[in-house]
């Protein structure tokens, strides 16, 4: 259901104020009234939907400073601005400056409502494109990135798409290789932080020494050798996201740190005791158990379950043999146009080969044996996999890749023949055989 716009006058006058509100609920337009900018920043949050009508004159906090803050949150947001009489040339150069329109005082309440009207139609349809365009960014891409036509990872495509557009934070779990960071920047490109930064750091690639100031940032002369001022990965993804991957690895005295961030929302420079305020969604990554490392002293169970707000399950390669090919021939397309040369034909040796691999390094190792293939070359390098007569047999291959996938079938429809064959297209009399055939 979409939620009603309204309007927000930012006017320190109770008596203006009383009056602007007057005028638009006469029109059945609602509205919300406050006295100062530093009041309406706290009232425009991440989604916001509405216009702001702001005098430009305010004590604390100007108009004009307002304006900048506001667009500095959302470019799309119109803001109105109310000038007095020696105002105008101002007015007009915050209108370069992205204003949506002003009125000079005093105005009638239909100037008021005019004015109010056409903003938030404007608003409603830039809210109505922006959504459209996020619902048709998924509907095209999601597949074209994350492929697979396995359950599993059809049922984490929708996760996806149902949680991306939302402020919680997320918690990937999965083997290395499984595509974690890709996962992450699709939960950032499908919501409505996508213009800002994609932020990604790998807490296991950073000396220990080095982390508080890469993650929190510093001041200059802070520490020996700062001799300038560090902007760190939480400051820099400010209204964007910010990817942790290998966040098993983070020390735990900056996680009491990092944990305070998210709790306060605000960050202190090493070297700084000034508060900056910081809106970013944290996407964390893992290969660990993170509830199991907290029993073990490992990691801090607060921070785990301020992280484990959503949880993305990201399954091993071999548990969806289904997906192996359809990735191979991705890889093998893209591999080709790089290296600029035919793709080679895939043979049964080779199709053999990558149906009974255990595939260690999962999605990755799979991309890797892709452009070796593009290349020409072995698609393993270990013995038996090689051709010098030891590959295994195509049909073994064949008979492996089919046992999971019926196996896999009958464990998601609890052992129910009659609906595993449904889901399969499969005749009852047809799987009957194979599930004796393979002992299943």
């Given at each position: 259901m979409t939620e009603p716009l309204s309007v927000l006058i930012v006017e320190d006058d109770p008596h203006v104020l009383m009056g602007c509100q007057q005028a638009l609920a006469l029109e059945d337009i609602p509205s919300i009234g406050v006295g100062s900018a530093e009041e309406a920043l706290a009232q425009v949050g991440e989604h916001f939907a509405g216009i702001v009508i702001s005098d430009i004159r305010l004590p604390g906090m100007d108009g004009l400073t307002l304006l900048e803050r506001l667009k500095a949150r959302d470019r799309s947001l119109p803001v109105v601005l109310i000038t007095g009489h020696g105002d105008i040339s101002m007015a007009v150069q915050a209108m370069r400056d992205g204003a949506y329109d002003f009125m000079e005082k005093p105005f009638s309440p239909e100037r008021l409502v005019d004015v109010a009207r056409r903003a938030l139609e404007t608003r409603a349809l830039a809210r109505e494109v922006s959504q459209l365009r996020r619902q048709l960014a998924g509907r095209q891409s999601l597949e074209q990135r994350i492929i697979g036509r396995s359950p599993a990872i059809q049922a984490l495509r929708e996760l996806i798409a149902n949680v991306a557009d939302t402020s919680a934070n997320v918690l990937i779990e999965g083997e290395t290789g499984t595509g974690k960071e890709l996962v992450a920047r699709c939960l950032h490109d499908y919501s409505r932080r996508q213009p800002r930064q994609f932020v990604a750091l790998n807490c296991g690639g950073l000396p220990e020494n080095l982390f508080d100031s890469e993650i929190f940032g510093h001041e200059a002369h802070a520490f020996t050798g700062a001799g300038k001022r560090r902007i760190g990965k939480i400051e820099h993804a400010h209204q964007g996201t910010l990817f942790l991957d290998e966040?098993?690895?983070?020390?735990?005295?900056?996680?009491?740190?990092?944990?305070?961030?998210?709790?306060?929302?605000?960050?202190e420079r090493l070297g700084s005791n000034q508060p900056i305020p910081v809106d970013c969604r944290v996407v964390a990554a893992t290969k660990f158990d993170l509830d199991e490392e907290g029993r073990a002293g490992r990691f801090r169970s607060d921070l785990y379950y301020r992280l484990n707000v959503v949880?993305?399950?990201?399954?091993?390669?071999?548990?969806?043999?289904?997906?192996?090919?359809?990735?191979?021939?991705?890889f093998l397309q893209l591999s080709s146009l790089r290296f600029d040369r035919p793709a080679p034909e895939l043979d049964n040796a080779t199709l053999s080969a990558l149906m009974a691999h255990d595939w260690p390094g999962n999605v990755r190792e799979l991309r890797n044996v892709a452009e070796r293939f593009a290349l020409g070359l072995p698609v393993f390098k270990k013995s038996g996999q090689t051709p010098d007569g030891n590959e295994p047999r195509?049909?073994?291959?064949?008979?492996?890749?089919?046992?999971?996938?019926?196996?896999?079938?009958?464990?998601?429809?609890?052992?129910?023949?009659?609906?595993?064959?449904?889901?399969?297209?499969?005749?009852?009399?047809?799987?009957?055989?194979?599930?004796?055939?393979?002992?299943?």
């Open positions: 966040i098993e690895s983070m020390p735990l005295n900056l996680q009491i740190k990092f944990l305070r961030v998210l709790q306060e929302q605000t960050l949880t993305l399950e990201l399954p091993p390669l071999r548990d969806r043999r289904e997906d192996i090919l359809l990735l191979f021939e991705h195509f049909a073994e291959a064949v008979e492996a890749f089919e046992k999971n996938l019926l196996g896999a079938a009958l464990e998601r429809h609890g052992g129910n023949l009659s609906q595993a064959c449904i889901a399969l297209g499969m005749a009852k009399t047809t799987l009957f055989d194979k599930v004796k055939k393979y002992g299943l």
